[in-house]
T-cell receptor, first 117, second 113 residues
Framework: AQKITQTQPGMFVQEKEAVTLDCTYDTSDQSYGLFWYKQPSSGEMIFLIYQGSYDEQNATEGRYSLNFQKARKSTNLVISASQLGDSAMYFC??????????????FGAGTRLAVHP | NAGVTQTPKFQVLKTGQSMTLQCAQD?????MSWYRQDPGMGLRLIHY???????DQGEVPNGYNVSRSTTEDFPLRLLSAAPSQTSVYFC????????????FGEGSWLTVV
């Protein structure tokens, strides 16, 4: 069965420093997609970054980047130059299949990030 | 372009009552799905649809019913509400040809007393 594990229930970081949020996944599929979402205290789900299982380069989106290690089945989110507005819950999610997959996502339990001034 | 719209945003129900959470999208997306988020947990898939007239069960479908009569709308029905269904519900949609971009609604907070 597919599974997503986020082992850090909470993290804190000083403003302007970088932070890494861990995510490991378990799947027997060769084709899959990995997502990271941010959920601020207001509750909405904000898409951050995506990595496909066949992508050879680590995904980057502005201050967000992924450290994708396929053999270890991990996809860690790196946030550079943390800002106070980055304080939120962060969820890692996986979708079976690539462009299809019917947007059926499996989510981890999340990591709560607190950015301190 | 309103994106994914969920109504109501907040609802309190008594045990045994039924209600429908509405979800509408104006992006002509083929795929739509419902998730629930319990305190301290990630989202779990309830039901999903790949197009009008086609629905299927996700991880936690018991106690919920869905239908998809149009591309735009994907309502979630609670047949007989139970306290265990107290949760935040999210609707999501995406285009069949772009599964990397999934749009979420703002969530519906449901309390069953």
């Amino acid at each position: 069965a597919q599974k997503i594990t986020q082992t850090q229930p909470g993290m804190f970081v000083q403003e302007k420093e970088a932070v890494t949020l861990d995510c490991t996944y378990d799947t027997s599929d060769q084709s899959y997609g990995l997502f990271w979402y941010k959920q601020p205290s207001s509750g909405e789900m904000i898409f951050l970054i995506y990595q496909g299982s066949y992508d050879e380069q680590n995904a980057t989106e502005g201050r967000y980047s992924l450290n994708f290690q396929k053999a270890r089945k991990s996809t860690n989110l790196v946030i550079s130059a943390s800002q106070l507005g980055d304080s939120a819950m962060y969820f890692c999610a996986m979708r079976e299949g690539l462009s299809g997959g019917y947007n059926k996502l499996i989510f981890g339990a999340g990591t709560r990030l607190a950015v301190h001034p | 372009n309103a994106g994914v719209t969920q109504t109501p945003k907040f609802q309190v129900l008594k045990t045994g009552q039924s209600m429908t959470l509405q979800c509408a999208q104006d992006m002509n997306h083929e795929y739509m799905s419902w998730y629930r988020q319990d305190p301290g947990m990630g989202l779990r898939l309830i039901h999903y649809s790949v197009g009008a007239g086609i629905t299927d069960q996700g991880e936690v479908p018991n106690g919920y019913n869905v239908s998809r009569s149009t591309t735009e709308d994907f309502p979630l029905r609670l047949l007989s509400a139970a306290p265990s269904q107290t949760s935040v519900y999210f609707c999501a949609s995406s285009r069949r040809t772009d599964g990397n971009t999934i749009y979420f609604g703002e969530g519906s907070w449901l309390t069953v007393v």
